[in-house]
């Protein structure tokens, strides 16, 4: 079992949907960062949480530390959102290296 | 450009030739990462520097994988006597030490090399 997995791996949704990528661990961290992959391979980070939740524009990202859970939100969703997104969490022991989950496929369709 | 740069982009070798890829940082950070990411995917997590030192090693980076970070700015990732299983794209990050601390966002990947072993 991976230390990270991630739900669903490929999503499909209509332009204007609600959006939910879930990602759960099995490791204590010390942070949790979710990054968005275009083709051809460039990422970007979109949040670092180590409680709460964050939101930036349209993006809502959550976490849970005691039910070592987290969910990112897109509201509004655009076909310019499509990507792959990527759970990655920070392990407590080995704490400068990321662990990654498989990454989530968008498609938001016009 | 004041992001991340790898170089070359994608690099197409035969089985057993040596390839080295450059990642070039954001200037004033101080921390630079190496994963490998293969199709479909996420990255693994290959070496990390701080500053010139490397701190930390994954297993996966075998006896024929070293990395460098000579002056503390730029680093190389050499893949010796390539095999097939090499193909993948070798991601470059980086970040600042303080940001890390503060809780900022600030890490930032490079668009990767891409290799191709024939």
Known sequence: KNEVEQSPQNLTAQE?????????YSVGISALHWLQQHPGGGIVSLFMLSSGKKKHGRLIATIN??????????????????????????PIQGAQKLVFGQGTRLTINP | DTGVSQNPRHKITKRGQNVTFRCDPISEH???????QTL?????????????AQLEKS??????????????????????????????????????WTDSYSGANVLTF?????????
């Open chain 1, 16 to 24: 204007g949907e609600f959006i939910t990528i879930n990602c759960s």
């Open chain 1, 65 to 90: 530390i005691q039910e070592k859970h987290s969910s990112l939100h897109i509201t509004a969703s655009h076909p310019r959102d499509s990507a792959v997104y990527i759970c990655a969490v920070r």
């Open chain 2, 30 to 36: 101080n921390r630079l990462y190496w994963y490998r």
């Open chain 2, 40 to 52: 479909g995917q996420g990255p693994e997590f290959l070496t990390y520097f701080q500053n010139e």
């Open chain 2, 59 to 96: 297993r996966l980076l075998s006896d024929r994988f070293s990395a460098e970070r000579p002056k503390g700015s730029f680093s190389t990732l050499e893949i010796q006597r390539t095999e097939q299983g090499d193909s993948a794209m070798y991601l470059c990050a980086s970040s600042s």
């Open chain 2, 110 to 118: 490079g668009a990767g090399s891409r290799l191709t072993v024939l």
